[in-house]
Every structure is written in C-alpha cells, then in structure tokens.
C-alpha cells in the first residue's frame, strides 16, 4: 500500500507530537471559548472555527507518514487518540492499523463502525489480513473473505494455518517470479512492463514450470551483467531458503546473520510459496525484545500506556502476589533473627546491602542468560549450562570478595568491629555466588519446563537474593558476632 511520505523527515517524532497536542489544545481552548459567547451569528461563528481547527489538524495528520501517526496515536490518551483517529483520511486506515501496538489497536477498531473496518481491511494484502483478522468481528471477517478473489481468499487461509510464531503467518505473497532459460535483457523488458515492484525486492526468484525454486536472480547482479546472459549464468543456486512451520524467530536472526532483505519460503516439496521481508523481521525482533522486558518485570502481556485502571489491574495483579508472597517469605527470615537484631542494631542498617547488590548481580547474570538462549547460544541440551554456572561463580566470587571486602571496611569505620565488617564480606561473597547459581539455573529451568525464560525471572532472582542475603548475613552474624 502507498505510504504518505513525511514532508518534514528533519523532525523528530517528539517535535510532531508536540505539534499536534498543541492543535488539539487550541482546538478546544477557541471551542470552550466560542461556547461562552453568545449573539445572533454565535451557531454560524462556532461551525466555521470549529472546521478551522479540525482542518488544520487534518492538514497536519496527512503531512505525516503512517507510522508516525501510529507513534502519535500511542502517545495519546483515550480522549485525544480517537478524535485524532477520526481525522485520519479512510484510505490511511488500514497502513495505521496495522503500525500500531495490539493495545491501541484494539481502541481504535472499537471506535470504528464495520463497514469502515471493512474498508480498510479492503486494501491489505493477505499476509497483512491475515496479522488482523483475529482482532476483527467474526463477521466482518467473513463478508471481507467474500469479497476476495480465489486466490486472495487460499492466501489469507494459508497464512491463518499457521500459528503466530511461525514462518508460514509472516510471509509475503508479492514477489516476481521468472525462468532460468530466459536472458536478462527479457528479464527487464518483464520488470519494466510491471507498474510497480512489491516492496522490499532485491531479488528476484528463479522458479520452474511447477513453481518449485531454482535460484534467485539478485536485482544488483541483473544490471551490471550482459543483457545476453541467461538467468541461469547469472542466478544464486543456493539461496536461503525456509519452510513455512519453522520458528519465526529462528528466521529473523537468519535475516541478521546473513544480512537479508527478502527471502524464499518453500513447501517440502520445494515449491515457492511466499517470501519473508526484512520489515517482517524487523517488527518480530522489537515484538520479542519488548515482550522479553514485559515478561521479566512480570507483565503477562502489552499493555496501552492510558489503558482503564482495570485493565492494568488485571495485567499486573499476578505476579504481583507472588511478589507479596515472596517478600512475607524474607519477613519471616528476617523474623528468625529478631534477637540478635535488638542485640545488634547495625545489622538492620546493614541487611539491605546484602541483598540489594544480590538482586542486582542476579539480574545481570539473568540478563545475559536470557540473551544468550534468544541468540540460541546456550539451550538446557547443548551441555553448557555446567559451564556456565561455573564462569558464573567465578565472577561472583571475584565481585564478592572486592565489593563485599569494601563494604567491609565501611562497616569497619561505621561501627569500629572489625569481626563485623568481616561477617559483611562473607555474607557478600556467598549472596552473590547464589545469585549468580539462581541466575543461570532459573531461566534454564523455565526452558525445561516449556515457558519463556524471561517470564518473571527478575522478580524470582529478587525473592531468593533477598530471603537468602537476610538468612546469610543474619545468620553469620548470630554465629561470630553474639
């Protein structure tokens, strides 16, 4: 679909939202202003500064490229996302549906009648329908596959076969396909024939008469050869290639490795069936990589910035009560030490040390794990894990004991004990080495178990680093130091 082009690309996203929020307040500062006045022409004054106003804004919106409106639409809350979203020209509809986050797409599509949704689905292409069909109405979802052609409707169909984390549901059903036993200069007298190329084509996929994949003709080899040369002189014979049900994640850091920009899909047969586009790869790596920061604070899915107070309630509630149950669990340790804490009052002040830097060595080490298994660098079967949780243990120990060592001479100066600042850096050293043994051990354990690493694994590592750091440095200290 044909993007508006930002007339002003030397502006900044924040530059044009601003502009924009600055014309909806005037908008209803001159509105409010309008309402108080009275006289014979007041209904005839407000209509003309009301369309004033709106004109402007509209002027403003269709300057903007669609992602641009979709990043302004995100930003706003409710009230203001949808008068702007009613400002929107129809024909933009559709590229700005599918821009914005699955939240805000949700508002949008309640706000919009069925027949404008059918519009705009109206001018998507398959794969794209196919990325919205299951956040439509079922029913506008059935008139809109009957108002495609055979070919449009097999299309949306296949892409909807597959499940949203596979190949088959990202590909692209534009491409230009050609026959290796043509020469190049027929290969261009095609391409000059087509009114426009599909988006994204550096390449162009070689196919025999069953469709099945030979080769791929890149567009920088067909304009620097001989227009004499057969496709076939020219041609890749081994491209990259992948299957519709392999994991689409996998492909992406294909994409990054190789450094794509379109590639075949091929059926176990061979056969050409779709391509998969760098844009695709693109929007699944920032999915993934914001999903992976939502999962490790807890959040069990995207959330709208200015969604209803509920709605976040029910997006956050759960791991929040692990997180109260967690935290009661470090009360009680604490509570076993009561003594020894009226005995000594430096180690209330002292306690949160130990497990503060805990949880955050902790989290550095989750971190990396989680990274290294999405990089698929590390998995529970590749025999790295012993490996791993022993240069783990070795670096907790390094930090523990220079960390734990200066903290150590605090506590020292503070409270003039040497045995007590002493008891600080063991209880350092050991939080740490559990630290990093949980942090290698707790996303590894979530693979195993079939769940995403990253889920809740930051506020885990918190719960052990802290009910572990008050029961060792407490412990020590009832130990040497009563």
């Known amino acids: 679909m044909t993007e508006v082009e930002a007339k002003k ?16 307040q005037r908008h209803r500062l001159v509105e409010d202003l309008t309402h108080r006045q009275e006289g014979p022409h007041h209904d005839r004054v407000e209509g003309l500064v009301h369309r004033q106003n709106l004109a402007e804004l509209q002027r403003k919106l269709d300057e903007l490229h669609s992602a641009d409106v979709a990043y302004i639409l995100e930003a706003l809350p409710l009230e203001d996302r949808l008068a702007i979203w009613q400002l929107v020209k129809a ?4 590229d700005i549906l599918l821009e914005v986050s699955d939240a805000v797409r949700e508002t949008l599509l309640a706000d919009m009648e069925d027949h404008e949704i059918l519009a705009a689905a109206k001018e998507m292409d398959a794969d794209e329908l196919a990325d919205l069909a299951s956040e439509l109405p079922r029913d506008v979802v ?42 190049l200069e027929v290969v261009l007298r095609y391409l000059r024939r ?13 196919v025999d008469y069953d469709g099945v994949l030979k080769g791929v003709l890149s567009i920088k080899r067909l304009l620097v050869n001989d227009p004499d040369k057969q496709v076939a002189e020219v041609m890749a014979n081994d491209p990259v290639s992948f299957h519709p049900d392999e994991d689409a994640y996998d492909a992406a850091q294909a994409f990054e490795r190789y450094d794509l920009i379109s590639a075949p899909v091929v059926d176990k047969n061979g056969k050409l069936i779709g391509r998969l586009t760098i844009d695709e ?43 109260l149950v967690t935290a009661f669990m470090a009360s009680r340790v604490i509570g076993l030490f009561e003594g020894s804490i009226e005995k000594l009052v430096a180690l209330a002040a002292l306690m949160p040390i130990v497990a503060g ?62 045995s007590l600042g002493v008891v600080m850096t063991a209880a350092m050293t050991l939080n740490l080495l559990l630290a990093a043994l949980m942090g290698v051990l707790i996303p590894m354990t979530l693979m195993r178990m079939g769940r995403d690493p990253a889920m809740g694994a930051s506020v885990m590592i918190t719960a052990v680093t802290d009910s572990g750091g008050f029961f060792i440095f407490l412990g020590l200290a009832s130990l040497f130091l009563l």
Request: aromatic content about 6%.
């Open 281 to 323: 790869m693109v929007d699944l790596i920032r999915e993934e990589s914001e999903s992976e920061v939502l999962n490790m604070a807890g959040l069990r899915e995207e959330e709208d910035i200015f969604a209803s107070v509920w709605k976040s309630v029910r997006n956050r509630w759960a791991w929040l009560a692990v997180n």
């Open 357 to 418: 830097i805990g949880g955050n060595s902790g989290n550095q080490t989750i971190t990396m794990i989680v990274r290294a298994m999405a990089l698929d660098q590390v998995s529970t079967g590749n025999g790295n894990t012993s490996r791993l949780i022993r240069k783990e243990l070795g670096v907790a120990l390094i930090n523990g004991l220079v960390w734990g060592g200066v903290i150590g001479v605090v506590a020292y100066g503070l409270y003039d004990s040497w």
């Open 91 to 94: 024909d933009r509809d559709g």
């Open 142 to 183: 059935h008139e809109l596959m009957e108002t495609l052609d055979a070919q449009q409707r097999e299309r949306v169909r296949s892409a909807l076969s597959y499940e949203e984390e596979q190949v088959g549901a990202l590909m692209d059903f534009e491409m230009v396909t050609i026959r290796e036993d043509v020469s």
């Open 9 to 24: 690309p030397q502006e900044s996203l924040q530059d044009r939202l601003a502009q924009v929020v600055e014309l909806l």
């Open 194 to 206: 087509l009114k426009e190329l599909p988006g994204h084509t550096d390449k162009l996929f070689v």
